[in-house]
């Protein structure tokens, strides 16, 4: 029974420090990242226009201090999306914690940037988005992904309304 008693206790203990070690990797949490994105993310112009929606899939690495670099985009429906995800991404520096207390980490975010359904006016906006399907030039990673050292975050969702 002592036996039973105290191997409980060191499973207690090592779930505890696993949960310390896991502890979500953006200041706030996963919450605040996702407002973070919502709010930072500028859909462009261009975006509307064309009724762009897709997704766009970012590796980034973060240092000790929560400054990125090396953003590398591993697949991306077209160029015109990836914009506003890189731009938001430059504005989440020192907002990174490092796990581990690494030097460097590597993080793997997606981006869904898609338009609300309009009330009316439906068979333009259909138009317009077939003509963006149809000549949009996906960004493909040709080379192996190396995911054993990465982290990968929840999918950003944004949501903009066209005219």
């Known amino acids: 029974m002592k036996k039973l008693i105290i191997f409980a206790l060191l499973l207690t203990s090592f779930c505890a420090q696993a949960q310390e070690e896991l502890a979500f990797p953006f200041q706030g949490g996963a919450p605040i990242m996702d407002r973070f994105f919502k709010d930072s993310l500028v859909v462009s112009p261009d975006i509307i226009n064309k009724k762009a929606a897709g997704v766009a899939v970012i590796k980034f690495t973060a240092d000790i201090n929560g400054n990125i670099s090396k953003l590398v985009i591993y697949y991306a429906d077209d160029y015109v999306l990836t914009i506003p995800a890189i731009e938001a991404l430059k504005k989440s520096t020192k907002k ?25 006016g439906t068979t333009d906006m259909q138009k317009t988005a077939y003509e963006f399907y149809k000549s949009r030039r996906p960004i493909v990673a040709r080379d192996q992904i190396p995911l054993n050292a990465a982290t990968l975050l929840p999918t950003v969702v944004v949501k903009y309304d066209i005219q």
Not at 96 to 120: L, T
């Open 96 to 120: 990174w914690i490092i796990p581990n207390k690494e030097k460097f980490h590597d993080f793997i975010i997606p981006f869904s940037i898609n338009f609300n359904n309009p009330a009316s």
